[in-house]
Nanobody, 123 residues
Framework: QVQLVESGGGLVQAGGSLRLSCAAS????????MGWFRQAPGKTREFVAR????????YYADSVKGRFTISRDNAKNTLYLQMNSLKPEDTALYYC????????????????WGQGTQVTVSS
């Protein structure tokens, strides 16, 4: 089993940047499909970005494309999300997640989740 722990969230002004980290333990995530998801109060959990371990390809939600970058460091067993040009609508609890089977944006296909890190963007 892999355990995931997110960090790097915080309060930032609109236009600012944050880098989220997701440290994995228990197993190497080098062969996991990894993703970032977020959930704002009163809303369902939504896809933000994902990275395929087979191709290295990255995929983004339209709302973050061009502003967020997902990456992984297999040597450090860590997933990252660089977030630039942050907007108030990016405010949410951000989760990293992994699965070994599906290259997908559907959170229901991910079976390993962290506890989340809060990102708050003030206007």
């Amino acid at each position: 089993q892999v355990q995931l722990v997110e960090s790097g969230g915080g309060l930032v002004q609109a236009g600012g940047s944050l880098r989220l980290s997701c440290a994995a333990s228990g197993r190497s995530i080098s062969t996991y499909f990894m993703g970032w998801f977020r959930q704002a109060p009163g809303k369902t959990r939504e896809f933000v970005a994902r990275i395929s371990w087979t191709s290295g390809n990255t995929y983004y939600a339209d709302s973050v494309k061009g502003r967020f970058t997902i990456s992984r460091d297999n040597a450090k067993n860590t997933l990252y999300l660089q977030m630039n040009s942050l907007k108030p609508e990016d405010t949410a609890l951000y989760y990293c997640a992994g699965n070994v089977v599906y290259s997908t944006s559907d959170p229901r296909k991910y079976d390993h989740w962290g506890q989340g890190t809060q990102v708050t963007v003030s206007s």
